[in-house]
């Protein structure tokens, strides 16, 4: 496995400062249910910084964190269709409670395939969320247009899922060593592109 | 040679003697418990003179431990390096700057203010004699006094900075005291047969390493319970109370992975986090 290299070191240290920054300043003007998921996917992205830093990149073998990673799209998805589709507030709250306990079932029962296609499934769902809505409130004109921001931290953030995910089933696209050596600056570009984003509001 | 050059040299030859990293956490602390009171920051005087003063009581605690542990410190790999068992500076030396450093201290810190003076002192006298001369040999036990010792800073900042005692400084200084188990008993983990080459009796040796463990653990989810508890007393802001809800979580999140499926690098993890919590904790404190 990868060992951190000081860049990686700096990235991920700025990742997290930038995380918890989102955290302690919050979202200006929305309610305690999207507050509160926002904070939980900026949590995780700051323990996911903090816990690389620690472990270095063996931390992503563990099957703990593959379950709680599974929080960030799920929770980010959940506050922008609490904000902006409200009709779909219940059935999507539905939805990621569900998709979250079968990650952590099938991650439990060691499911083998089944687990991947669960994760693959949530996270897609969830992912294509967080990129689609945001830029087609900005295209219509909804939202600043600087929110599509955070439609490309949602981009950025599915592809680092992707990655990591053939990473996991042995295929990568990429060599083993490039998909780490990138992972520290894409989680700093996604955390930028998702505080910028919402730092222009909706 | 010239007596800059002279000088110079002394002081690399007795920096390592207070051990920098350690001294600094502490007096970071005691920084932190005093901004906390939201006293005037222009109060430049008494911020200059609280850091001068603790370091020096806390720098001059560290070198009489270092001084009377200085056999201990030769039977172990990890310390024999240090400047006392190394040859680098000799025990006398080291006493008498011990001496001088600490009575510096508390001397400045009595003429600061009287309780802050009490305070800074009671946590140099729980360290020195309480826990390194007293307890230190005879149980594994003597932690907490190290953890009392180890709370005072914070205590004595507070106490700076209110005029009193009251329950927000020790809610910040059981925050410490139980953390510093945690940092202990790890190295005791890690260094296991340095200890018992020493005959420093320690919690895993008397325990074993799954009740160490689960000590660690708990004494992590109680330290971030305080540091918790103070943050409300001190009246941080909600954001910063958000933070520290997420890096709690992070830190019951490791606890019980590290109980579940207990591993010597996971442990160190947690020491770590734990750590940094800790930092982070005070730096909003100093800075908020």
Request: glycine content about 12%; charged content about 10%.
């Amino acid at each position: 496995m990868k060992q951190l290299s000081v860049i990686d070191r700096i990235l991920l240290l700025f990742t997290a400062i930038l995380a918890a920054y989102q955290i302690a300043v919050g979202i200006d003007g929305v309610d305690a249910v999207p507050l509160w998921a926002y904070t939980t996917g900026f949590g995780v992205l700051l323990l996911a910084g903090l816990l690389l830093l620690i472990f270095g990149f063996e931390a992503l073998e563990s099957q703990l964190v593959v379950v709680v990673s599974t929080l960030i799209p799920l929770a980010l998805s959940v506050g922008l269709v609490w904000e902006y589709l409200p009709g779909w507030r219940a059935p999507y709250a539905l939805f990621a409670g569900a998709g979250f306990g079968l990650v952590v079932l099938t991650r439990l029962a060691r499911a083998g395939r089944g687990a991947t296609i669960t994760l693959a499934l949530v996270h897609s769902v969830a992912g294509l969320i967080i990129f689609g809505l945001p830029l087609l409130l900005s295209l219509r004109g909804d939202v600043a247009p600087s929110f599509a921001l955070v439609g490309l931290g949602g981009g950025l953030i599915g592809l680092g899922g992707l990655l990591l995910l053939f990473l996991k089933l042995g295929r990568p696209v990429l060599s083993p060593r490039m998909i780490l050596t990138v992972l520290p600056a894409l989680l700093l570009l996604t955390l930028s592109a998702f505080v910028a984003g919402f730092a222009a509001g909706g | 040679m010239t007596m800059a050059t002279k000088l110079r040299g002394q002081l690399r030859r007795y920096w390592p003697l207070i051990k920098s990293l350690q001294t600094g956490l502490l007096l970071l602390t005691g920084l932190a418990a005093y901004m906390s009171t939201r006293c005037p920051v222009s109060n430049w005087q008494t911020l200059v003179a609280l850091t001068g003063t603790l370091f020096l009581a806390i720098s001059g605690s560290t070198m009489l431990n270092m001084w009377y542990d200085r056999d201990i410190d030769a039977r172990m790999q990890r310390t024999a390096g240090r400047p006392i068992p190394s040859g680098t500076v000799r025990p006398a030396e080291a006493l008498r700057l011990g001496l001088l450093l600490a009575v510096a201290g508390v001397g400045g810190a009595v003429a600061l203010d009287p309780l802050y003076g009490v305070v800074v002192f009671a946590g140099l006298f729980f360290d020195v004699v309480v826990y390194t001369v007293w307890l230190k040999r005879r149980t594994p036990w003597a932690i907490l006094w190290g953890g009392v010792s180890g709370g005072m800073p914070a205590l004595a900042g507070r106490a700076l900075g209110a005029g009193t005692i009251e329950w927000v400084g020790v809610a910040l200084a059981l925050a410490v005291l139980f953390w510093i188990p945690t940092h202990i008993m790890t190295f005791s983990m890690r260094y296991f047969e340095d200890y018992r080459r020493a005959g420093v009796p320690t919690f895993p040796a008397r325990y074993g390493f799954r009740a160490t463990r689960m000590t660690i653990a708990i004494s992590s989810l109680l330290a971030a319970l305080m540091m918790g508890v103070a943050a409300y007393g001190v009246g941080l802001t909600v954001g910063c109370l958000r933070l520290m809800v997420v890096l709690s979580g992070g830190l019951l999140l490791l606890a019980v992975h590290s109980l579940m499926r207990p591993s010597e690098s996971l442990n160190f993890g947690l020491f770590k986090y734990a750590s940094l919590y800790m930092l982070s904790a005070m730096l909003l404190f100093f800075l908020v």
